[in-house]
Structures are given as structure tokens and as C-alpha cells.
């Protein structure tokens, strides 16, 4: 899958997307990644690509230019959906990372300041998303969610196809948390690991499992 991801601050990607998981499925060229600049597509002589709002409020928004300009250049490349990343958008949610990933390429626009001139919007957008009822600084921290989340669903990410379908809100899972899970040492601090859990007997761990979802 492709990510072509537009946003101002392209250098706020780089350490996570070469980490672990997502850096492994790039080097196995299950995805591929690409940061465009918005700012390198400002017609401002300073490269501006922010102004106060007309009817006033408070804040900066993101001018529609320079936002046009880069997804318009990315979409030579990328035939994939544009979905703009902000506090308006629809929740993000396992089953809409499940749909995502069937994609073969999708571009991220990544909000910042106030929000984006609603025109760049209405003229690109494909979906709109948000990551929770809370607000953060700008959409890059979205772009890293929704990239993670839907990576992690694209077969042989994982390396084993079974390790997604057990995690948290999977359908096998019925929608539902997951179970309390321990490791070594047997005791920590006063606290034992559940002795089903060493007993060895695969269908009673199953049964204890699932009576543990939350």
C-alpha cells in the first residue's frame, strides 16, 4: 500500500516510521510512504500558508493554496482517496482501518493552526477523519494513528496473519477488549500469574479468556 501524506511538518514522521513494525513492512515493501511539504507549494515569497479567517475568530487558518497545489501534484502519482485528517472528521475506528486497508493507496492531509479554508476541503476531500473527541496540535499525530492502525491489518505486516485477528476490537474478539495477559516471573510483587494459565489446558485458558474480555 501507498501513503502519500501532505503536511507541514514532514521531519515529525520520520523517527516513528523508522521504528518496529512500520519500518520492517517498508523494508519489505508492503508499504511505502511519502512526505510532500506543503509549505514548498506556498506562492507566498515567504512561503506563508496561514491568514486570519474572514467574519474574524480566534487563531490562524491554513490557506487553500499551497494545500491544493501538493495534493493536486501527489495525485499524478496516487490515485488512492484523499482524506483530510481533523477534530471534524468522522471517528477512527478499527472497522473503518479494516475498510482502509484494502486500499491500494490513500493521501493524508494533515490540519494544523485553527483548521484549513473549507474550499480546499469541499474541492478534495474524500472522507474526513478524526482519531478521538479531543484535540491535538495538528492532524501528523493522526497520520501516524491511522497509518499504524491500518498497516497492522495488510497480510504479512504482522507476520503472522492470526496475531491481528486476536488483538483488541477484532471480530474474533466479538468487539470486545482484550483478556488480562502475563509473562515471566511467575510471582511479581505479591501477585501470581492465574494458574489456568500454567495449567497447560488449552480449553479451559480459552474458557478463562473469554469470561476476562471487558
Known amino acids: 500500500m501507498r501513503f502519500d501524506i501532505c503536511t507541514l511538518f514532514p521531519d515529525a514522521f520520520t523517527s516513528y516510521f523508522n521504528e518496529s513494525i512500520i519500518k520492517r513492512a517498508q523494508d519489505n515493501k508492503q508499504i511505502t510512504i511519502h512526505l510532500h511539504n506543503i509549505r514548498d507549494f506556498s506562492e507566498d515569497k515567504h512561503h506563508k500558508v496561514d491568514d486570519t479567517p ?35 472528521g468522522q471517528q477512527f475506528t478499527q472497522t473503518r482501518a479494516k475498510r482502509l486497508s484494502k486500499l491500494k493507496s490513500m493521501i493524508l492531509v494533515c490540519g494544523r493552526y485553527e483548521g484549513m479554508d473549507q474550499r480546499v476541503i469541499d474541492l478534495l476531500a474524500d472522507e474526513e477523519i478524526c482519531i478521538g473527541k479531543y484535540i491535538i496540535t495538528g492532524g501528523e499525530l493522526a497520520g501516524m494513528v491511522l497509518i499504524d492502525a491500518v498497516s497492522r491489518l495488510i497480510p504479512g505486516v504482522l507476520g503472522e496473519d492470526e496475531s491481528s485477528e486476536e488483538e483488541s476490537f477484532s471480530r474474533k474478539l466479538s468487539g470486545k477488549k482484550e483478556y488480562p495477559q502475563y509473562t515471566r516471573p511467575v510471582k511479581f510483587k505479591g501477585l501470581e500469574v492465574p494458574h489456568v494459565l500454567r495449567s497447560g489446558n488449552h480449553k479451559e485458558i480459552e474458557k478463562w479468556r473469554r469470561n476476562k474480555l471487558k
Do not use: H, S, W
Not at 56 to 63: A, E, F, I, R, S
Not at 69 to 82: A, I, L, R
Open 54 to 88: 474572514y467574519g474574524g475568530g480566534p487563531g490562524m487558518l491554513m490557506t487553500p493554496q499551497p494545500i491544493y497545489d501538493c495534493v493536486k501534484k501527489v495525485q499524478k502519482e496516487n490515485k488512492g482517496p484523499v482524506i483530510f485528517l481533523r477534530a471534524q
